[in-house]
């Protein structure tokens, strides 16, 4: 067996051990890129230090930290809250309305974030006590919830097409746009899967609130309409670019939740950026170890063996994108999104570009199977949020996310045999 073929399997059978038995990921992905290295005679204690540095060593990944931060100041500063209850206020009283509520503002504050974890867990917290009180079975309401809040790493301003760009070196504004009108098809995607899952609810209507208490929260919640208007047309003009509209992000959140809202005393800052920098550390550290694993990978020339399996496909691309979209519901259903990314996104992306599939659109395609991940069994970490937060157990969370995942795959599929769907909204957007 040449040293390649053996880093390969390296690779495979440690990723596989370690996540088995809980390591975290970020040091799997570095003792398998160590065990990579010392398998191809290119051992190097300064090499995989060197690698550790570079993998968080990127003026683009700073777009991170700040729209973390900025998930939290929405969480905590009132502006989450008043995007719901302006959802509320115009469709709460529709049979099943809570759930239309849900999907509103999963889409609006998708726009906003960037994250889904932050997203579902603000949903989760205000909208799932409302619904067990109204009477809403708790594993469908949960799995809805779970659904909505996976729309965030795909509507711009996106962590994961940030992570993708810095990885694949693919225009980051671009991707962002990409993400628009999928984004909004898989809003009305859930509109229609929770119309179809109605049918077997008795959930009774209420009565419409008054056109003057409808125009009141919807004033209430004007600077949080604000911030997406802000964010993306800043882009979109070439005032700032997705690194500095980050900053923007975080900031406007942070000023809206002190001086206009005023729902946030100064002494809450301090534990808003306490949370906000663990979670960066957890990405930050992923960035890292998935660079000491990519650079072993390049070297064992992982990418050329994986082109040499799929070549007969490359004369047919949407063949090909339909064997790497299986590739990765495989993969979805064992790693978290961001892994995915930092592992497999350099090794298909080439391959993809051979095939004549456009960079973009082929990133979209990468973070909407991988967040689709986030609501698939057994990892299904947007799961666990929905779990924890409504006290369900996991089991029916997932018999809960059926139906909606059902309408995901499908979308995929319509990107997939369609891809003009995400390819002319860019082009004319540019």
Not at 4 to 16: I, K
Not at 41 to 61: I, K, R, Y
Not at 233 to 247: C, D, N, R, S
Request: hydrophobic share 60%; proline share 6%; aromatic share 8%.
């Amino acid at each position: 067996m040449s040293n390649e073929a053996l880093a390969f399997v390296v690779f495979s059978v440690g990723m596989l051990t370690l996540m088995g038995i809980g390591m975290n990921m970020g040091l799997a992905l570095v003792l398998t890129g160590a065990g990579m290295a010392w398998v191809l005679d290119f051992w190097d204690t300064q090499l995989l230090a060197q690698n550790l540095v570079a993998g968080v060593d990127s003026f683009p990944l700073l777009a991170v930290p700040f729209f973390i931060l900025a998930g939290e100041l929405m969480n905590s500063g009132g502006i989450s809250r008043r995007i719901i209850t302006m959802a509320q206020a115009w469709v709460g009283h529709i049979r099943g309305g809570l759930g239309f509520v849900a999907i509103g503002a999963a889409v609006l504050m998708a726009s906003m974030s960037g994250s889904a974890l932050a997203d579902t867990a603000a949903l989760a917290t205000i909208l799932m006590p409302m619904m067990r009180q109204q009477g809403y079975p708790m594993h469908t309401s949960a799995g809805l919830i779970a659904s909505g809040g996976i729309i965030a790493p795909i509507i711009p301003p996106s962590m994961p097409f940030v992570i993708y760009g810095v990885t694949t070196n693919t225009s980051i504004s671009s991707l962002f746009l990409s993400g628009i009108v999928p984004g909004l098809i898989m809003g009305a995607g859930l509109i229609v899967a929770w119309k179809l899952v109605l049918r077997n609810l008795d959930l009774p209507e209420g009565q419409p609130l008054p056109l003057s208490e409808r125009l009141h929260a919807t004033l209430k919640a004007f600077w949080a309409l604000l911030m997406p208007i802000i964010i993306i047309g800043g882009m979109k003009t070439g005032v700032f670019t997705p690194t500095e509209a980050a900053v923007v992000a975080a900031f406007y959140a942070l000023v809206v939740a002190l001086f206009v809202h005023r729902e946030m005393q100064v002494s809450a800052v301090y534990g808003v950026l306490v949370r906000a920098a663990k979670t960066t550390a957890i990405v930050m550290f992923l960035c890292a170890g998935a660079q000491v694993a990519s650079y072993m990978i390049t070297l064992a020339d992982l990418p050329s063996v994986l082109t040499g399996w799929l070549g007969p496909l490359v004369e047919s691309p949407r063949l090909l994108m339909l064997v790497m979209m299986l590739v990765l519901v495989l993969v979805g259903t064992a790693l978290d999104l961001t892994p995915t990314i930092l592992i497999f996104a350099p090794v298909m992306l080439p391959i993809a570009v051979k095939a004549g599939i456009d960079p973009v659109y082929f990133g979209l395609m990468f973070v909407l199977n991988g967040a689709i991940g986030l609501i698939t069994p057994p990892v299904g970490t947007v799961l666990n949020v929905v779990a924890g937060v409504g006290r369900l157990p996991l089991h029916r969370v997932i018999q809960g996310v059926n139906p909606f995942l059902i309408t995901y795959v499908l979308i995929l599929l319509l990107f997939v045999l369609f891809p003009q769907i995400v390819t002319a909204p860019v082009a004319w957007m540019r």
